[in-house]
């Protein structure tokens, strides 16, 4: 079975604090993914990559930032954690040119106090 | 960007009774189209994918939905709903490379006893 890897399953930050989120995939997989999910608002798009080295913005990239160095890797990173990013990310991968399904990780429940 | 609207965010349903759950989709290509549930706590699980072919297509648990290219929809449907099904369910559509899935809100259905 794929396994996509999420570093923490519970974060707890302060305003202001860089904070770094790690996902690892273990099926080789191209493309990987970055959500955040939210009440009411369903899983919205923050940053993906289809390649390493490469990164497209989603459709909240404000206030984010990634690293994608190795294929397995893709990493988050809030620059200066403000109370409004406190969230669930999710991390998810798929197979170039899939059309399939999304593989999750478990997710990060990040607060920012 | 492609993107997703769901109808509704919550359905209140009695056990037994039939349900629909609506999406609407937009793109400016050729699209596929999900259906994720979430249960209490959990991860989100696929219920069911359009790629291509028949535009009916049927997922676990019972549950079937329509692709209609001309109403740009693919409403889910059960003809009778268990307590178990009491869930999160989130439509979701992404096109050929680079394969960004786009989710909806979300549609909390609550079957009643």
């Known amino acids: 079975d794929v396994k996509v890897t999420q570093s923490s399953r519970y974060l707890v930050k302060r305003t202001g604090e860089k904070v770094f989120l790690e996902c690892v995939q273990d099926m080789d997989h191209e493309n990987m993914f970055w959500y955040r999910q939210d009440p009411g608002l369903g899983l919205r798009l923050i940053y993906f990559s289809y390649d390493v080295k490469m990164k497209e913005k989603g459709d909240i990239p404000e206030g984010y930032s990634v690293s994608r160095e190795k294929k397995e890797r893709f990493s988050l990173i809030l620059e200066s954690a403000s109370t409004n990013q406190t969230s669930m990310y999710l991390c998810?991968?798929?197979?170039?040119?899939?059309?399939?399904?999304?593989?999750f990780g478990s997710g990060t429940q990040l607060s920012v106090l | 960007a492609q993107s997703v609207t769901q109808l509704d965010s919550q359905v209140p349903v009695f056990e037994e009774a039939p349900v629909e759950l609506r999406c609407n989709y937009s793109?400016?290509?050729?699209?596929?189209l999900f259906w994720y549930v979430q249960y209490p706590n959990q991860g989100l699980q696929l219920l069911l994918k359009?790629?291509?072919?028949?535009?009916l297509v049927k997922g676990i648990n019972g549950f079937e939905a329509e692709f209609n290219k001309s109403q740009t929809s693919f409403h889910l449907r059960k003809p009778s709903v268990h307590i178990s099904d009491t869930a999160e369910y989130f439509c979701a559509v992404t096109t050929d490379p680079p394969n960004d899935m786009r989710f909806g809100a979300g549609t909390r259905l609550t079957v009643k006893p």
């Open positions: 998810a991968s798929t197979p170039a040119g899939s059309r399939e399904k999304l593989f």
């Open positions: 793109s400016s290509v050729s699209v596929y």
């Open positions: 359009y790629l291509s072919g028949s535009t």
